[in-house]
C-alpha cells in the first residue's frame, strides 16, 4: 500500500521529466523553423511571391520567408544571400520578374554600325585629303549635285534643268538604279553625269569593315553601269553623310573615281521649307561652288519647289552650270 501510493505522487513529476529530456529529438526529427528542412521550402520554384511572402516585416525570425526574394528582386531580410539579393540563379526573381535589358541592348544598330571596328569609339580613322569641292572650270560657275536617287523626284529635276539648260551630277543608291534603270538612261541622255552613291548608304560609313567598304563602293559602281547601260562613265564617289577617310578615298580610286565634296549644303534633305534651302543657297553661293541637293532618299518636293527659285536666280546672277572638278 505504501509503495503504490508513493509512486503516484511521483508519477507527474516523471512525466514531466521525461518529456523535457524528449523534446530536443523530437523537434530535431521533425524539423524545427528554421533548420534546412524548413528552409528548402523557399528554395521551390514560385509563379508569383504570395502578398504575405513580399508584406512579412524583415527580422520576423522566419527564416522561410526571409529566403524568398520581393517582387523586385530584392530580399525583405538583412540575412539574405548574395545571390537572392541580386536576382541570381536560385532566385525566384530572376525567372519570374526579369529586369529591363541593358542600354542598346536590343535596339537595332545604324545602318552600317556592326562592322568589324573598335567599340566605343575608340577608331579614329586617317582622313582623306584629295576630296573635290569646286568646279571643274572655276570662275563664275556652279555645279548643281544631286543626292540618293533616282527617286520620284528625279523626273521634275530633269524638266526643271533641261528649261534652263543646266547640267548637274547625280550621285545615285546603286540600289535604287538598279530599281530604275530608265531614269538612269534618262540623265545620260540629258547629259548628265553620274556618281557613286554607294550601294545602300551605309552611315557612318568609316565603321565598316574594309571588305564592307570595297563592296559598297565598288558593287554601286557595278549597278549604276549596268542601270546606264552603254559606256556610260562614272568619274566620282560621294561618301553617305560627307563621310570621307584615307580608307574610302583610296577605295574609290581603285575603282577609277575621286571623292566629291561640296561647298554649299541646304540641308533640303530635313525638309527645312523651301524659303529655307533657297536662302541657304543665295546666301553661300561663290564662284566654283558645288551644291549639294537631292532627288531621292524621301519627300523631295521642296527641293523641287526651291530649284524652280534657285535656277532662273543663278541665271540671273551671271552664273553658267558646270560639273565638279575631275
Not at 11 to 27: C, E, I
Not at 164 to 180: L, M, Q, R, S, V
Not at 194 to 202: A, F, G, S, Y
Request: hydrophobic letters at 35%; aromatic letters at 4%; one cysteine or more.
Amino acid at each position: 500500500m505504501v509503495k503504490s501510493r508513493i509512486s503516484a505522487r511521483r508519477r507527474p513529476l516523471l512525466l514531466g521529466v521525461s518529456a523535457a529530456l524528449l523534446a530536443p529529438a523530437l523537434l530535431a526529427a521533425c524539423g524545427a523553423h528554421g533548420t534546412p528542412l524548413a528552409a528548402g521550402d523557399a528554395a521551390q520554384p514560385s509563379a508569383t511571391p504570395s502578398a504575405s511572402t513580399s508584406t512579412t516585416p524583415s527580422g520576423s525570425g522566419s527564416s522561410s520567408i526571409a529566403a524568398r526574394p520581393t517582387p523586385s528582386g530584392v530580399s525583405s531580410s538583412p540575412f539574405a544571400s548574395p545571390s537572392q539579393t541580386l536576382g541570381g540563379a536560385g532566385s525566384t526573381a530572376a525567372t519570374t520578374a526579369p529586369s529591363a535589358p541593358a542600354t542598346g541592348a536590343t535596339t537595332p544598330s545604324a545602318p552600317g554600325s556592326g562592322a568589324s571596328r573598335p567599340a566605343g569609339g575608340q577608331h579614329t580613322p586617317a582622313p582623306a585629303t584629295n576630296v573635290l569641292h569646286h568646279t571643274a572650270s572655276g570662275g563664275r560657275t556652279v555645279a548643281l549635285t544631286f543626292d540618293d536617287g533616282p527617286g520620284p523626284a528625279t523626273g521634275q529635276v530633269l524638266d526643271l534643268l533641261a528649261k534652263y539648260d543646266a547640267k548637274a551630277t547625280f550621285c545615285e543608291i546603286g540600289d535604287n538604279a538598279k530599281a530604275n534603270p530608265a531614269a538612269v538612261k534618262r540623265i545620260v541622255a540629258e547629259g548628265h553625269r553620274l556618281c557613286d552613291h554607294t550601294v545602300d548608304h551605309p552611315q557612318p560609313m568609316h565603321t565598316q569593315s574594309h571588305q564592307q567598304q570595297v563592296a559598297e563602293i565598288a558593287d554601286a559602281k557595278t549597278q549604276i553601269e549596268n542601270a546606264a547601260g552603254g559606256n556610260a562613265q562614272i568619274t566620282w564617289w560621294r561618301a553617305p553623310g560627307g563621310d570621307f577617310t584615307a580608307e574610302n578615298e583610296k577605295i574609290g580610286a581603285d575603282q577609277g573615281m575621286k571623292s566629291l565634296g561640296w561647298s554649299v549644303d541646304p540641308r533640303d534633305w530635313s525638309r527645312p521649307g523651301v524659303q529655307s534651302i533657297v536662302n541657304t543657297v543665295e546666301q553661300n553661293l561663290r564662284p566654283g561652288s558645288v551644291v549639294l541637293m537631292h532627288d531621292g532618299g524621301g519627300d523631295r518636293s521642296q527641293t523641287v519647289a526651291a530649284l524652280k527659285q534657285l535656277l532662273p536666280w543663278m541665271v540671273a546672277q551671271g552664273y553658267t552650270f558646270d560639273f565638279p572638278q575631275s
